[in-house]
């Protein structure tokens, strides 16, 4: 199963694509039986002492199959 990703960068704590990590967009495949899979995040280093910033990565929903959390962390 392919299933289509982007990142929600709306959060008051989000990172900046491009400029703290690589900008991203595309699709994630799921193997047979499997609930779980990875999207890469490439870090940009810098010398700005920031705050802790997150990435969030949410899966596009489809009448083809069921997401119980489409931002689900881990």
């Known amino acids: ?16 694509p491009g400029a703290d990590y690589a ?4 699709s994630v495949t799921f193997a047979a039986g499997e609930t779980t899979a990875d999207v ?3 870090a940009n280093a810098d010398a ?5 910033e997150t990435v969030t990565v949410e899966l596009s929903t489809s ?8 931002s689900a962390v881990t």
């Open 48 to 52: 700005l002492v920031e705050e802790t």
């Open 63 to 70: 009448e083809a199959y069921e997401i119980d959390d489409a």
């Open 23 to 26: 900008a991203l967009s595309g």
């Open 1 to 16: 199963l392919t299933v289509a990703y982007a990142v929600d960068d709306t959060a008051a704590t989000a990172a900046t």
């Open 40 to 42: 890469q995040v490439s």
